[in-house]
């Protein structure tokens, strides 16, 4: 049971205005701060509230696909912004793509009618001393707050550049190809797999990737100091290839302490492969990160040893990102363990994309609620996979020690199915029976979740179901 009636929400955008949104009606008072159309940001280009910054299209509705599944369990969970967003829906296949005018528009509306909410247009340059506080400044926070934030959470905990490797689903690759082991560990053992390339398949990747069409800046938003700075400390697998043919065979693909248990012999360059989780559903290319386009990266990395079938659940890419570093600065409750009473929501909490943001922004105003949930979604849902992977230690079963999420550098996360956990069993007939079991899981537990949190939520923060009319 939470006793405040009041939560400060700092920045306006699509997880920010849900959350204000979300909390007014579970009751409570809102002041809601946003620094446009006085601080610009580089990549908004108004004042309205949940702008979209570039793509105007929110993913796929299939409820068979993990996005179809978040926002089913958003629908269900009442988000007010999921709920504009099927308002402004324009024609776009299977995807839920919007008016983006329209869409944002009627948000502020809704926001600047709500009795509840009063909205404060300034930019805030230190972390406010109420409590609770929901930190909702995106991938582009201002640098002031950023520079508060840094000082009292630590200076290796905020990052402002977001290099992302492809992630490549474990069941698409033949394993075959490709061997375990660590560097300089026993051949055949270990937590890495290696991609084992000949000079040959080396010459000819470094090749594609220096012809392979890349994706221009984001104009206004790649020239910040800080952003530069991060950038030379982490360059993207394709700028390596143009500073020399051996620059990769010397720098994340080198191969010294790795012999391939069946030649007895060190490739001449390799690709290793990170799990992404303990279950080792996922797993990532080790420092390829890259600003390839996507269908680039699927015609290039197809080429490796074992990738002929590759499914990339996650391409990768390059760009400025204010993220915290989630799974070390988190507590269980979700609020900041050096600030407490803080809570950091949406893409700055280390999740990317905007349905995502839009369901972190749902989640800190539930836990904020007067009467929260008593436990966390569960892991096989698409809310509780996203939680999941900020905050793993707490999903941890008791006396089991930390997997690869919790010790490895954390990376931003956007829903994939290779954030669930992995089915108890076997299932027949390939990847798509596979997913409609997930899928199936996932709603039975979303349900079961839900309908406990309902028990105990007052019926007008139950919410209702957007996407109730789609068809199924
Ligand atoms: C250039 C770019 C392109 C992107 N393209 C896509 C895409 O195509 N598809 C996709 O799914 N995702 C995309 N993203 C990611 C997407 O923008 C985010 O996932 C989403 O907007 C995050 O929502 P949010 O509420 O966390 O942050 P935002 O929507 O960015 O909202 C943060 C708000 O906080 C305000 N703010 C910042 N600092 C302060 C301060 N100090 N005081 C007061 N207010 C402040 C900002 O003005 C802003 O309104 C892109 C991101 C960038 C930077």
Redesign the pocket.
């Known amino acids: 049971m939470n006793s405040h009636d009041h939560v400060t929400v700092?920045?306006?955008?699509?997880?920010?205005t849900e959350a204000a949104l979300s909390l007014s009606r579970s009751g409570l008072r809102v002041t809601l701060?946003?620094?446009?159309p006085e601080t610009r940001?580089g990549?908004?280009r108004t004042g309205n509230l949940?702008?979209l910054?570039?793509?105007n299209s929110l993913k796929s509705v299939d409820p068979e696909t993990a996005h179809g599944l978040l926002k089913e369990e958003l629908g269900a969970m009442g988000s007010f912004v999921l709920e504009a967003a099927m308002e402004a829906r324009i024609p776009g296949g299977g995807a839920l793509v919007v008016d983006r005018d329209r869409f944002s528009a009627a948000l502020t509306s809704r926001v600047e009618a709500d009795p509840n909410i009063s909205i404060r247009r300034?930019?805030?340059?230190r972390i406010p001393p109420d409590r609770p506080l929901i930190l909702?400044?995106?991938?582009?926070?201002?640098p002031?707050?950023s520079r508060d934030l840094l000082s009292r959470i630590g200076s290796d905990r905020l990052s402002f550049y977001d290099a992302i490797s492809p992630v490549v689903d474990a069941l698409s690759l033949d394993l075959s190809k490709l061997f375990r082991g660590d560097r300089y560990g026993t051949p055949g053992e270990g937590d890495y797999l290696n991609v084992p390339l000949d000079e040959e398949a080396y010459r000819m990747l470094v090749g594609d990737l220096l012809h392979g069409e890349r994706v221009p800046p984001?104009e206004g938003?790649e020239d910040r100091p800080e952003a530069l700075r991060a950038f030379e400390a982490c360059q993207p697998v394709e700028s390596l290839a143009d500073s020399g043919p051996e620059t990769l065979a010397f720098g994340p693909m080198r191969p010294v302490g790795l012999v391939d248990p069946r030649t007895g012999r060190t490739p001449y360059a390799v690709v290793q492969l990170r799990a992404e989780n303990r279950e080792e559903t996922a797993y990532n290319m080790v420092g390829f990160q890259t600003k390839l386009r996507y269908s680039e990266q699927d015609r290039i990395f197809r080429k490796l040893p074992g990738f002929s079938e590759a499914q990339f659940l996650r391409y990768g890419s390059l760009?400025?990102?204010t993220f915290l570093d989630a799974p070390r600065v988190l507590g269980p409750d979700l609020s900041l363990r050096a600030l407490p009473g803080v809570y950091p929501t949406?893409?700055?909490v280390g999740v990317?994309?905007?349905?995502?943001?839009i369901a972190l922004?749902r989640l800190s105003a539930l836990y904020l609620s007067p009467d929260p949930p008593a436990t966390l979604p569960p892991p096989t849902t698409a809310v509780g996979a996203l939680l999941r992977a900020l905050v793993p230690s707490v999903y941890r079963p008791e006396g089991e020690s930390p997997g690869p999420e919790e010790v490895a550098p954390f990376s931003p996360v956007n829903l994939h199915f290779g954030l669930f956990p992995p089915l108890p069993t076997r299932v027949r007939g390939g990847k798509r029976e596979r997913r409609k079991v997930l899928v199936a899981r996932a709603r039975r537990d979303f349900a079961s979740w839900w309908s406990a949190c309902r028990d105990s939520l007052p019926p007008k923060e139950t919410g209702h179901h957007p996407l109730s009319s789609e068809r199924r």
């Open positions: 700092v920045g306006g955008g699509l997880a920010g701060y946003e620094m446009r940001t990549a908004h949940a702008e910054v570039c793509s300034e930019r805030v340059d909702a400044t995106g991938p582009l926070t201002a002031e707050l984001h938003v760009h400025r990102n949406g893409q700055m990317e994309g905007y349905t995502e943001s922004g």
